[in-house]
Each structure stands twice: as C-alpha cells, then as structure tokens.
C-alpha cells in the first residue's frame, strides 16, 4: 500500500482534482441555471432548455477534463463506477483501484465544498441544492432502471471506443456527448449520476441522503454488465488499459496492453 502510495500519489491527487473541478462546475452551472434570482432563469425559462444548456455545459466540462493534461495523466475516471469496472477487467491493481476510489470521493466533496464556500447561499438555495442528485416523479424504481441503463451505455461506448484503433482518440468526446444527452433527457428521472462519488460530493454538503443506495449500485452494476457484455463480445484480451485518451505521451500506472504491445515491438 505504501509503494502504491509512494509512486502513484500524483495520479491519486489528480483523480481527486478531476472531479472536484467537475463538481466546482456542476454546481455553478445548477446556481446559473437555477437559482429564482439568477438573470439566465429569467432569460431561458424553459425546464427543457435549462437542461439542453446543462448539458451541453457538463458535457464539455467532462471533454475538457479527459483531453487535460490531468486526465491524460491518471486515465480520466472520475468515478469509482468506472475504476472499480477497469479493476474487474484486471486493469487496474487492488491498491490502485483503492487509492482512486477514496481520491475521487474526496474530490467530490471537496469540489461542492468549494462552491458552498464561493456561492454560499447561491448554491445552497432550494431550488438548487448543491446540484443532488435524488429520484425523480418515477421514484426509485425508475431511477434505479435509468441510472443502470445510462451507465451500461457509457462503459459499452467506451470500451468499444478506447479499444479500437480509429476511434480510441475521440473516446473522450463520445463520452462527453453521452453525458450531455443524459443530462438533457435522463435528469429528470433520476438527476442523472451514474457515479457513487458525485452523488455523495453533493449530498455531503446538502445533507441528502435521498435513496444514496440507487447512486452506489445501479451504476457499478450497469458498468460491470457491460464489461461483461464487451468481453463476451471482443474477449478479455481486447481490453488494452483503464485509461480514457491513451494517444499522449503520459506515464501509464495501469496494466496496460499498450506497453506490452511496444514491448513486442507491435
């Protein structure tokens, strides 16, 4: 554990800051969008719209993140969803999947903290709530049904993507679009999570609890299905790394395919 620490603490700090900067921009966005005094809510009224712009926002905060030098560096997951996946595809190792899940729930509460700290009652009004996410008119079973739907998606589309020579570069696009889309059409079923870790940063500081066991099942089991279905589908060997946007000159710290493929001189 301590040598796991020792030599990949930087990837660990930069999980942490991944989705602390997608937090920090979840909740100015929801304060923007929703917040009664805000001038955007008086300009564009509309609830659809009001998620179209959402969306589009968290979509290209997810791209710009996984296209970052951060990202690039520790592999772009933001979500223990996501790591605890790439670890049951052997990807990812015990002491590294522990450290990035622990990183990331940090992360997001303290990228909510910081907003509470910049906003304060902007961000904790009512009709925004530090961005929670909670079941919406369908109650628990539909949002339970859409949140491993969405999540199932997202894991299939990556790792068709990431696995693949032409599109494994825009592997970060594709996922920013899918959340985009998530965001405008599913949000209003379950607000849209599909990570453990985002949903506790914001219910942390709102103090939410709000059927929290949807948000730490369905997506892990969503993205573990998919996996599953990839493998039966390619086999485990077409799985080459845990991380996101690997056309880039950054260390990996994953059991990388890449690696053994420059090692094979292929």
């Known amino acids: 554990m301590w040598n796991a620490l020792k030599q990949h603490w930087p990837e660990y700090l930069i999980e942490a800051g991944c989705l602390g900067s997608f937090m920090i921009s979840a909740c100015t966005f929801a304060t923007i969008l929703g917040h009664p005094q805000s001038l955007v809510v008086n300009w564009i009224t509309s609830p659809v719209w009001q998620r179209v712009v959402m969306g589009c926002a968290m979509g290209l905060t997810a791209i710009a993140i ?19 996946t790439f670890w049951r595809l052997g990807k990812v190792a015990s002491r590294d999947a522990l450290f990035y899940v622990l990183a990331q729930f940090a992360g997001g509460i303290g990228g909510v903290l910081t907003v509470r700290a910049a906003l304060r009652a902007w ?18 079973p539909a949002a339970f049904v859409a949140e491993l739907l969405i999540s199932f998606i997202l894991m299939f589309v990556i ?40 949903t506790f940063g914001s219910a942390f500081s709102a103090q939410v609890w709000t059927a929290l066991w949807i948000y730490f099942t369905a997506p892990p089991l969503g993205m573990i299905l998919a996996a599953e279905a990839y493998v039966r589908l390619r086999g485990a060997r077409a799985v080459l790394c845990a991380k996101l946007h690997h056309q880039n000159s950054q260390r990996c710290i994953f059991r990388c395919g890449y690696a053994v493929r420059a090692a094979a001189g292929r």
């Open 66 to 84: 996984i296209y970052s030098p951060w990202g690039k560096r520790s592999g772009a997951h933001m979500n223990p969803a996501v790591t605890f």
């Open 123 to 140: 961000v904790s009004h009512p009709a925004v709530n530090y961005a929670v996410t909670t079941p919406g008119s369908g109650g628990w």
């Open 159 to 198: 790792l068709l993507a990431s696995n693949s020579r032409i599109l494994a570069r825009y592997t970060g696009l594709l996922a920013g679009f899918l959340v985009a889309l998530y965001i405008i059409f599913e949000a209003p079923v379950s607000g849209m999570s599909m990570n453990p870790a985002r």
